[in-house]
């Protein structure tokens, strides 16, 4: 009845779906066992939620009617789906958020509630980007999962904490998918070339274009498989071969138009454009800045590694000089770590921008080092008697918390005491720079030191208040 709502695989007598010898190199390569699935090991454990929902009799009622897998594309959520009805025998029906309404919702559920009264197989629903289905779509999922009419296998690539409404969400396991590994990629890419349900070693993949395709593919398994198709196919058109066609770097280019970009992410190349990368955003020269991004991107560099070096670069080369800079560069490795590639790419120029046209000031960071050179140097001494905890029974005994003046009953809110060890009284280790925000820091704290220093907490007004 549903089988038209997906074309690339048919089902037997069972309901479960087989790949069709024409099928994408994708959907037939999908793993038929839990021992294929690369990566996703977290979810997978003996005795997981997961496991049991997939291992025939592995949970029984005590395995989970309704999970929402959450993950960035092709790390692996419709292969899990897959697996739920095909290991444990049970009916498959799949709808796209796309295409199908509340009426084919309703229909399934019916459809599934009817097979169960009368013995039948149990069904499992398979709701790809569930995140597209509006609230009422979503609501006519409620009776269904709260009832065990059907398993609900749901998989979105948003955070279903705001794209899935809150009734379905608080009766659903959700299961968060990691992006796969380079190794988990290759895996599967070397699984496809010699499986029969593959390639059946019609092709050989040598070592350089092993290496591109997996820098394309930037953890996306289904994408990785569609260009390794794609560059088979280019290889078995020419013709006759008295061997086995070897698939090579140009044939990788060929099939996808991407040239190669001479880029090795384990050698010097990799240290040599990173290190340009950050010394471009600390000179401020924009579009150098951005230049070396797209190289790394164009080369299947981790994002995840380009996002950390920015927030890095936002804390040592931005500093104070614009505090938002490095708020920006935290929500891009969040968002990176979210969406994926190749939409990541956007959120990485746009911190790229910020950093590279902020303000610079690494003043905290030489302060925090010159502190740790003191500590370090063994320059430490004792924390004053003022400021000790004086809460615990005997402390005040001990003269702990005595003469300690409570800076919000201070004018300004500063107290004048005070906090540096005896060793280090007057030591100075945060300069500010005047560039950006920091000139606003550095002028309240000129006055803030100068009310430390003195005795009657600031009272002569040609201090003035400092600036908030």
């Given amino acids: 009845m549903f089988d038209d709502l997906f ?16 099928s994408p190199l994708a959907v037939r390569m999908r793993p038929a066992t839990i021992d294929e699935i690369a990566g996703q090991e977290h979810l997978l454990v003996p005795g997981s939620p997961l496991r049991r929902l997939i291992e025939p009799g592995g949970g029984g009622r005590a395995a989970p009617s309704s999970v929402i897998l959450w993950g960035p594309p092709g790390t692996g959520k419709t292969t899990l789906a897959y697996l739920v009805a095909t290991v444990s ?32 197989d149990e069904t499992v629903l398979f709701v790809d980007e569930v995140h597209r289905f509006s609230k009422s779509q979503q609501d006519a999922l409620l009776p269904s999962v709260e009832n065990r009419w059907v398993t609900l296998v749901a998989a979105t690539t948003e955070n279903p904490s705001f794209s899935v409404n809150s009734p379905l969400l608080s009766r659903s396991l959700l299961l968060t998918l990691r992006p796969l590994e380079t190794e988990h990629v290759r895996e ?28 394309l593919s930037g953890g996306d398994a289904r994408k990785a498989l569609t260009v390794l198709e794609a560059a088979a196919g280019a290889v ?41 990368f950050i010394k471009s955003i600390r000179g401020s020269d ?31 080369d931005v500093g104070m000089a614009d505090p938002s800079a490095l708020q920006t560069a935290v929500a891009a490795a969040q968002a990176v770590q979210l969406i994926g590639m190749p939409e990541g790419r956007i959120v990485l120029a746009e911190a790229v921008v ?35 905890d004086a809460h615990y029974a005997g402390a005040k005994q001990m003269g702990h918390g005595d003469g300690y003046r409570y800076a ?61």
């Fill in 188 to 215: 599967l890419v070397l699984r496809a070339v010699t499986d029969e349900r593959g390639l059946g070693g019609s092709v050989e993949l040598d070592d350089e274009a092993t290496e591109h395709l997996l820098r």
């Fill in 236 to 276: 078995l058109s020419d013709g006759d071969h008295e061997h086995t066609p070897k698939i090579g770097l140009a044939d990788v280019e060929r099939a996808v138009d991407v040239a190669a970009v001479r880029y090795d992410r384990d050698g010097d190349q990799h240290y040599d454009v990173i290190s340009a």
């Fill in 89 to 120: 025998g049970r009916r498959f029906v799949e709808l796209s958020a796309v295409t199908a309404g509340v009426k084919d919702v309703r229909q399934v559920v019916e459809d599934a509630r009817r097979r169960l009264a009368t013995g039948g």
């Fill in 354 to 388: 910020h950093l590279a046209t902020a303000p610079k000031s690494n003043a905290a960071y030489l302060g925090v080092d010159a502190a740790l050179a003191d500590v370090r140097a063994g320059r430490i001494g004792t924390v004053p008697a003022h400021l000790r």
């Fill in 408 to 468: 919000h009953d201070w004018p300004h809110g500063v107290a004048p005491q005070q906090y540096l060890p005896d060793v280090l009284a007057g030591s100075r280790y945060y300069d500010p720079s005047d560039r950006g925000y920091e000139r606003q820091v550095s002028e309240r704290l000129e006055r803030i030191r100068g009310i430390l220093g003195s005795e009657d907490g600031g009272s002569d007004q040609s201090h003035g208040e400092p600036k908030r």
């Fill in 286 to 316: 924009v579009d150098a800045a951005l230049h070396y991004l797209a190289r790394m991107v164009a080369a299947g560099e981790d994002p995840r590694f380009i996002a950390r070096r920015l927030v890095i670069s936002a804390a040592e």
């Fill in 7 to 22: 074309s690339t695989v048919t089902t037997d007598t069972a309901g479960t779906p087989t790949a069709r010898a024409s």
